[in-house]
Every structure is written in structure tokens, then in C-alpha cells.
């Protein structure tokens, strides 16, 4: 079965700096898709960025880019230059297609992040 | 365009009712995912629907069930409620997961007394 683990529960960055979150995963899968969504406290859970792993190349959106590691099973988000905005609970998703040709995601416990003025 | 819907965003109900939980998925979209976050288990997929069948499901007793109409909206019902089941309940829509993006909707929280 696969796992996700997010090792830090809760992370603090200054406004402007750059801060980075970890992921490991578990899986014998070769093809699947990893993911790190945002919560605010608004609760909507909102897509921040996307990897499949097929591609060696990480994916970057603006601000966030992510540090893939497929042997390593790692899967860590860089958000640089910080904003207050982006206080929020951060988790680490792994999905992949199953026999039945739907798909089952599975999430991190994920990190609170708190972005200081 | 509009995001995912979920209906009711509060419920409160006592142990042992049933309880039905809606979700309109974005135009086009015709898969719809179900989870149940809770602070002790965190995110857990409960099922996922696509054209009106089941093509996935999580490990949850059968007390939890859903259906996915024609229109792609979607329903979860919970029976015999228990303490446990109080939970923020989201909804996901994509075109067809995988390699697309899925979309939340804002929840709905349920409350067990």
C-alpha cells in the first residue's frame, strides 16, 4: 500500500525568505502522480503544483517549484520569496490509476506553515 | 465558471440518523472523489465516481455509500451515524483525474452530538 509521510508538522518562515517542505512517499509503482495542495483556513483545498513521474524535469509554478527525487521517493516544495497569503496547512498528495481505471489518492498528514511579517 | 458546490457546508445530526451529503462537480467535469478529513486521520479518499459508477473506493465501512447521477452531481450518504463520522466532508471534481487537476469544493462539516 502506499504511504505518504510529511516529517514536519509545523514550519515558520519570515515574509520574503524562503522556506521548503518535505515529502517522502512509499510506493512500486512507476507511473503516478504527486501533488501539494494548500488549505487556508478557508478549508478549500487548492492545488499548488503538480509532478508526474515520468518526467525527470521538476515542475515549477511561479513561486513554488518542487525537488523530485524519484529513487529517493522524495517529493519537497520550495516556496521562495514568502507572502502572508500563503499561511496555510500544505499536504503532500501521491495518486495513481488503479485496475479499475479510476484512481485513489493518497495524503500526507501535512505541515502548517506560518509566514511571519 | 463555477467551482465545486457542496451542500450543506454545516450539519448537525445525532448518533444512530442517517445523514446525505450533496456535491456539484464543475461543468464537465464527470469524475467526482469523495474524502473525509478529521484532525486524528487526516485526508482519507472515500470513494471516487466517474459516468455513475464506482470505479474506486477507500477503506470505510458500508455505512458509507455514494451515488453519481447523470449530470455528474453526487450524493454520500452516511447511515447509523456514529461519534466518529464527525468530519469535514470535501468533494473533488476533475475531467477525469490522474493526469488532470482535481478541484475542491469548500466542504461540508458534519457535527455527531
Known amino acids: 500500500a502506499q504511504t505518504v509521510t510529511q516529517s514536519q508538522p509545523e514550519m515558520s518562515v519570515q515574509e520574503a525568505e524562503t522556506v521548503t517542505l518535505s515529502c517522502t512517499y512509499d510506493?512500486?509503482?512507476?507511473?503516478?502522480?504527486l501533488f501539494w495542495y494548500k488549505q487556508p483556513p478557508s478549508r478549500q483545498m487548492i492545488l499548488v503544483i503538480r509532478?508526474?513521474?515520468?518526467?525527470?524535469q521538476n515542475a515549477t509554478e511561479n513561486r513554488f517549484s518542487v525537488n523530485f527525487q524519484k529513487a529517493a521517493k522524495s517529493f519537497s516544495l520550495k516556496i521562495s520569496d514568502s507572502q502572508l497569503g500563503d499561511t496555510a496547512m500544505y499536504f503532500c498528495?501521491?495518486?495513481?490509476?488503479?485496475?479499475?481505471?479510476?484512481?485513489?489518492?493518497?495524503f500526507g498528514a501535512g505541515t502548517r506553515l506560518f509566514v511571519k511579517a | 465558471k463555477a467551482g465545486v458546490t457542496q451542500t450543506p457546508r454545516y450539519l448537525i445530526k445525532t448518533r444512530g440518523q442517517q445523514v446525505t451529503l450533496s456535491c456539484s462537480p464543475i461543468?464537465?467535469?464527470?469524475?467526482v472523489s469523495w474524502y473525509q478529513q478529521t484532525p486524528g486521520q487526516g485526508l482519507q479518499f472515500l470513494f471516487e465516481?466517474?459516468?455513475?459508477?464506482?470505479?474506486n473506493k477507500g477503506n470505510f465501512p458500508g455505512r458509507f455509500s455514494g451515488r453519481q447521477f447523470s449530470n455528474s452531481r453526487s450524493e454520500m450518504n452516511v447511515s447509523t451515524l456514529e461519534l466518529g463520522d464527525s468530519a469535514l466532508y470535501l468533494c473533488?471534481?476533475?475531467?477525469?483525474?490522474?493526469?488532470?487537476?482535481?478541484?475542491f469544493g469548500d466542504g461540508t462539516r458534519l457535527s455527531i452530538l
Open positions: 473533488a471534481s476533475s475531467l477525469d483525474g490522474g493526469r488532470y487537476p482535481q478541484h
Open positions: 461543468s464537465g467535469h464527470r469524475s
Open positions: 509532478q508526474e513521474a515520468y518526467k525527470q
Open positions: 510506493t512500486s509503482e512507476n507511473n503516478y502522480y
Open positions: 498528495a501521491f495518486m495513481k490509476l488503479e485496475n479499475t481505471g479510476g484512481f485513489k489518492t493518497i
Open positions: 465516481y466517474f459516468s455513475e459508477t464506482q470505479r
